[in-house]
């Protein structure tokens, strides 16, 4: 006579002996209950920094966990862990790179090269997409197959003399106005070995020398 799944059947059980459950249980469970996602996307606003769309799309994630390792020790910028780790990787989902077969334990020793300088952050999608296609191997071994390693100082400054030198006759008439397209030209050849802020920063204090230079010839 037992009405069969649906709305008419009694929940719960009626042919089923009750469990008295202890108050110090139910206590003790009350005290280890889980972060809300409200609250664990709340308190990572507050402890990192990061807004609400990034702290919502990290609790929706699989790589809380991993973020709150890499950033634990305070060398890598949380908003751009949390970026990488939520729209990045997702993006280079979406462009069939198989992101969820690399290890987590793989893509934190990228973050940990990362915070040592031994490349520049704008090769992690490179580098995240060289480790799923080679799985077996290390990061250190990406860094050096892709040609990643950080370049000196005075090896970037060669590549900006060279790029100016090449583009002598714009500098002559444009001055630091042809900023953009140095700064452009050696992106394209430095890009992933070098942080950007350090190439504008030279690229500027070179053209002005050279405009300097210039006005002296004339």
């Not at 490349?119 to 071994?141: C, G, I, R, V, Y």
């Not at 990643?148 to 900006?160: A, C, D, F, G």
């Not at 002559?172 to 070098?194: C, D, L, N, W, Y």
């Amino acid at each position: 006579m037992r009405p069969r799944p649906g709305a008419a059947r009694m929940y719960p059980e009626t042919d089923v002996p009750e469990t008295p459950i202890p108050e110090e249980y139910i206590a003790t469970l009350r005290a280890n209950l889980p972060e809300t996602p409200e609250n664990l996307a709340k308190r990572l606003m507050d402890q990192f920094s990061l807004n609400q769309k990034l702290a919502k799309q990290l609790v929706d994630s699989d790589y809380l966990s991993l973020f709150e390792r890499v950033v634990a020790n305070g060398a890598v910028q949380p908003t751009f862990a949390a970026t990488f780790l939520t729209e990045t990787c997702r993006s280079l989902e979406r462009e069939g790179v198989a992101v969820r077969t690399v290890p987590d334990s793989k893509i934190e020793a990228m973050f940990q090269l990362l915070a040592k300088g031994a490349f520049a952050k704008e090769a992690m999608s490179d580098l995240l997409k060289w480790q799923a296609s080679n799985p077996s191997s290390d990061t250190s071994e990406g860094i050096q197959h892709l040609g990643l390693r950080m370049m000196s100082e005075t090896e970037l400054e060669q590549v900006i003399d060279r790029h100016i030198e090449k583009n002598k006759k714009l500098v002559q008439t444009k001055g630091q106005g042809a900023f953009p397209s140095i700064m452009g030209s050696i992106m394209s050849e430095v890009r992933g070995r070098t942080d950007p802020k350090l190439v504008t920063e030279v690229v500027k204090k070179r053209l002005a020398r050279a405009e300097v230079d210039s006005t002296r010839e004339k």
